[in-house]
């Protein structure tokens, strides 16, 4: 209607994707809805944003004022700070929920491979595997890989199940990080009794005191960045192979009109790797060729996709709020989505322009969509379908097909081990160059810079933005998930964007041939930062503890529950972490002072806002300049 025209934002407003817009634009003309036109009629509940409601118990829904938050308590008695903490708890439950819980199936995978039960996988990176053991204080010499797997898998099992003492990536803590949260009782036991007291306590008539309550979000947070997204990383890399730098197209350009095109969106590795080896299966390969297609074109999204681009180098179609709008194409035969970040709105777009949209997880089926499960027992089975359902569908297409130009290379792959081989580092003391060029001034400092894209805000904008104002400030950059997709998308994942960065860093790009901004993966892989961090503080030179480090991290176009998990974990690691487009925290009360000022006192790290991508890369900068002053290379 004329009406529902009006509200709708302008799609190059929505976002700076050219190949989004162009899809978003289409769509409308198509008289398809995606999820920028649902956002522009579902105005944000602003009692919610606020995170002034709460809605624990029947004798609410109660709601405070953020304008005046201490002029009301709820029914109970609960008061905005209780409320926010609960909310926020809850958020961090859920967050590191979804973490753990993928982490655990790719753990019980690596068990039924180290037990010998499942052959369709296997240890791919024995180098990993060693590394793990050796963290994990695990006896190597003179054992088979197998043994040491299974002791592994035992061991990190108590990541999840444990029930008493400190969980085993402890021992991959710095020594002072872990004193500082020994002291205010916040080591992990296991992450499911980390989840499960946080649901006990942000429970009506529980915990109603919010530093009490953030301490068990910092607990459980922490249970999974040094847990469960952890271990999953570990493990997907001792299975399937650590990332290593490998040129990778990003954008909707990597779609082929000529080609069975089959799209993987998700969290998971395996049915990834899986449906790898399907679509290059011979046999599959004649069948498309026999329907008319030039070969089957494998294509990921989201942050299964940044993992297998990061490990692969396989082609990327964008990231989050380009899931339904790449569909729009008409060109993607089929599409598999595993868990998180699937939007319900991809059946609705997927019936429109014929698409064959199946889930795979157990985890998640969507009303209306065929779910083909994955079997890891038998993983084949769910991916040749797939497979066979695309070149189906390619046969049968109908319809105008209309494949945006837009493709960047970029080089992706820069795993914890590489950053310092690269940089010119021995076996042993692979950080020194790093951790030189720091304290020699080269490299000002440290940014992780990642998390999803949304359609509160236009798509992209605050992350390339920010990004290039960090380099231009000699901030070298790490980036995962949806953000490493922006930015690859804008070009700039390549060494000659060392021309956008301020002189000494542009000098050490250039020396080593590496690009100024490194991806690392999916958002899993944001255990990679802190294992990085890790390293650096161990190297030595620039303090005892990942709060001394001069650091800092953002997610500006955050969205998911997951990235409030994400960004609370670095906060109680010692990492300053700001968060853009929306916060759930009423302003001027005592539980914004707490994350936003005292866990830093605490000896954390701390939150920060800003919706402007500059302003936010001068907050983090003069962070990095406080903690070089403190180290005394502020010169
Ligand atoms: Fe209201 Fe308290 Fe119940 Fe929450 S727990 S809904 S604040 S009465
Ligand atoms: S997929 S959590 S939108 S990064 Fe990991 Fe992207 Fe955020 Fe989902």
Known sequence: TKELKKKLTPAHDCTTCEATAQMIDKARRDGVELVFDRAATMKACPIGADSACCKHCSMGPCRLNAKDPYGKVGVCGATIDTIQARNFARMVASG???????????????????????????????QKLLQVAQTLEIETDGRAYQDIGLDIYEELMKTYTQVEGEFPFAKAVPEKT??????????????????MEIMHRTHMGVDQDYENIV???????????????????????IMFGTPRPVMAEVNMGVLKEDHVNIIVHGHEPNLFES????????????????????????????????????????PHAGNFMSTEAVLVTGAVDAMAVDVQCIKQGLGKVADCYGTELFTTNPRCHIEGVKHIEFDEDDPMACTDEVVIKAISRFKNRKGDIQIPKNKNVGIHG???????????????????????????????GVAG?????????????????????????????????????????????????AHLAGDGLAEVCETVGMPPILGLGSCVDNSRILTAASEMVRTGGLGHSIADLPAAGAAPEWMSEKAISIGHYFVASGVYTVFGTTFPITEGTKFHKHLFEELEEMGLGKWGFSNDPIEMAHMMIAHID??????????
């Open 96 to 126: 590191a929920a979804a973490h753990t819980d993928h982490g655990m199936s790719i753990l019980h995978l690596f068990g039924e491979v180290v037990k010998g039960h499942n052959k369709d996988y296997e240890i791919k990176d024995t």
């Open 178 to 195: 872990l004193e500082t949260w020994r002291k205010h009782n916040i080591v992990p036991r296991g992450a499911m009794r980390e989840i």
């Open 215 to 237: 301490n068990q979000c910092s607990r459980t947070a922490l249970s999974d960045g040094w847990g469960g997204s952890m271990v999953a990383t570990e493990i997907s890399d």
């Open 275 to 314: 449906i790898m080896v399907s679509t290059s299966d011979a046999t599959m390969v004649e069948a498309a060729k026999a329907a008319g297609a030039k070969g089957i074109n494998l294509v990921g999204m989201c942050c299964s996709g940044a993992e297998m681009m990061s490990r692969h180098g396989v």
């Open 414 to 444: 820069f795993s914890k081990e590489y950053i310092g081989y690269m940089l010119g580092g021995s076996f042993r003391e692979s950080y020194v160059p790093l951790n030189e060029n720091i304290i020699n001034g080269r490299i000002r």
């Open 449 to 497: 810079v990642v998390g999803c894209t949304q359609p509160r805000t236009k798509q992209d904008y605050m992350h390339v933005e920010l990004v290039k104002e960090l380099i231009k400030n000699d901030v070298l950059v790490l980036q995962t998930g949806c953000s490493q997709i922006a930015l690859a998308k804008a070009g700039l994942l390549i060494p000659e964007a």
């Open 626 to 635: 406080k903690k070089r002053e403190q180290l005394g290379i502020n010169k």
